[in-house]
């Protein structure tokens, strides 16, 4: 399954879809990335696991809709963004996560030799003797992300590998992309040969994200 429709996504169809989703799909992700200045108008999914981007500005709006998250990332950008000569450059955004994830050892691959740790790192209690690290072989995923923002395709989007590394430590059946613009979440999917459903209320947006997704389908996997 795989297909992103020119829908709205605050409709009765988009809530119909979510709900087959959710009764079909054992790990139910939902990624929200709104029009930062429209989170007050974003609708709300059934899921089992949900990452949603904001800004200091919407945060609080992302909170009254989902809920405090079990966890939050900060992701930093260095092309930041000019506001006024008496603020700081915007250069983070916040993602919130919610409900179930897996492993966070999504990074770039590290040795796994084990490592004994010496008795400094035990701190005070003498009575849990030598201890021994053995890394997993990637690396942990940290709570604040580096990544530029992605120009590449002539528009801002979300980096691919930073939601490459936020799926597969979600590790879904299914996404549902309710925002999803020029479909770069798609193509990390079409990667990860996950199922998934976009929404985008653009036409002509919808048109250039289904050819994006033609030529990768054509050098990779078919779903
Ligand atoms: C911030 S962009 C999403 C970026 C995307 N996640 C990416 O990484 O490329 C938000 C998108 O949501 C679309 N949008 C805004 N309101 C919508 C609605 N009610 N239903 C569906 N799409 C909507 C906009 O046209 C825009 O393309």
Redesign the pocket.
């Known amino acids: 399954m795989f297909d992103i429709l020119n829908?709205?996504?605050?409709s009765e169809e988009?809530q119909k879809i979510n709900e087959d989703l959710y009764k079909n799909n054992k790990k139910l992700l939902i990624?929200y990335?709104?029009?930062?200045n429209?989170w007050n108008?974003a609708p709300t999914f059934k899921s089992h696991s949900a990452i949603a981007?904001c800004s200091h500005q919407s945060r609080h709006e992302a909170e009254k809709k989902l809920g405090k998250p079990r966890t939050e990332l900060v992701w930093f950008f260095k092309d930041g963004r000019w506001v006024s000569n008496y603020l700081p450059r915007i250069t983070h955004n916040y993602i919130y996560v919610y409900g179930e994830t897996d492993l966070a050892s999504v990074g770039e691959k590290q040795s796994t030799k084990p490592q004994k740790k010496g008795k400094g790192s035990i701190g005070q209690d003498k009575s849990l003797g030598d201890r021994i690290y053995y890394p997993k072989p990637y690396k942990q995923l940290n709570s604040v992300l580096c990544y530029s923002r992605?120009m590449k395709s002539g528009?801002?989007?979300?980096p691919e590998k930073m939601?490459n590394q936020l799926i597969r430590w979600v590790q879904p059946d299914a996404v549902l992309?309710?925002?999803?613009?020029?479909?770069?979440?798609g193509s990390v999917c079409l990667d990860l040969k996950i199922n998934y459903i976009g929404?985008?209320?653009?036409k002509n947006?919808v048109g250039i994200a289904q050819s994006r997704f033609k030529a990768h389908r054509t050098k990779s996997y078919v779903l």
């Open positions: 829908i709205d996504s605050r988009a990624i990335d709104p029009p930062y429209e108008e981007f992605n528009y801002w989007s979300k939601i992309d309710p925002f999803a613009s020029y479909g770069s979440i929404f985008e209320i653009d947006i």
